[in-house]
């Protein structure tokens, strides 16, 4: 397995602009986990999909962020319009149903300038 | 006050060395604690877990949580130089939404 798959592995972009990060979850895992990593902060969970229904998203920090999961194989996190305090790692991670065991990817290293 | 307090480090030992991570936590109501493993530009990776209090061991690794005083630890016996990563323990109320610590930096040195 190829296992969770990010895309764009980094972004870089100016203040204001539109951004869209993607994940492809591990086949078969039907909950799937946005996270943000920054040196402050540390890893924190912005919104929680099972079965393709958003479960939790008191985590998204403001109303500029929102994600998606229109099918069970892709999920976006968007980002409109960004700004500087966005600049983090954003991971996704996706677990079976009852599994404690969550996959991570390999994250989208986002700057916003 | 943090959810889930870790010592961020660095923690640096000599190859061989055992190794104390430990974490404390603020909610009893948290049952599954577990360990990620973040090596540098990296997905975190699940190390261990373990359900309520009790002591679980893997090879090199040993995962402890006494719940009575919300206390989790790590210990990697014969620490190696590619045992160097961040280190982030994690908390559950089984409703899998994670709450992670801030990770402890480890560096073993050859």
């Known amino acids: 397995d190829a296992g969770v798959i990010q895309s764009p592995r980094h972004e870089v972009t100016e203040m204001g602009q539109e951004v869209t990060l993607r994940c492809k979850p591990i086949?078969?895992?039907?909950?799937l986990f946005w996270y943000r990593q920054t040196m402050m902060r540390g890893l924190e969970l912005l919104i929680y999909f099972n079965n393709n229904v958003p479960i939790d998203d008191s985590g998204m920090p403001e109303d500029r962020f929102s994600a998606k999961m229109p099918n069970a194989s892709f999920s976006t996190l968007k980002i409109q319009p960004s700004e500087p305090r966005d600049s983090a790692v954003y991971f996704c991670?996706?677990?079976?149903?009852?599994?404690?065991?969550?996959?991570f990817g390999p994250g989208t290293r986002l700057l916003v300038l | 006050q943090k959810e889930v307090e870790q010592d961020p480090g660095p923690l640096s030992v000599p190859e061989g060395a055992i190794v104390s991570l430990n974490c404390t936590y603020s909610n009893s109501a948290f049952q599954y604690f577990m360990w990620y493993r973040q090596y540098s530009r990296k997905g975190p990776e699940l190390l261990m877990y373990?359900?309520?209090?009790g002591n679980k061991e893997d090879g090199r690794f040993t995962a402890q949580v006494d719940k009575s005083s919300k206390y989790i630890s790590l210990f990697i016996r014969d620490s190696q130089p590619s045992d160097s990563a961040t280190y982030l323990c994690a908390v559950d109320n089984a409703g899998n939404m994670l709450t992670f610590g801030g990770g402890t930096r480890l560096m073993v040195k050859p």
């Open positions: 373990t359900y309520s209090s």
């Open positions: 086949s078969g895992h039907n909950s």
């Open positions: 991670a996706s677990c079976e149903g009852g599994e404690e065991t969550q996959y």
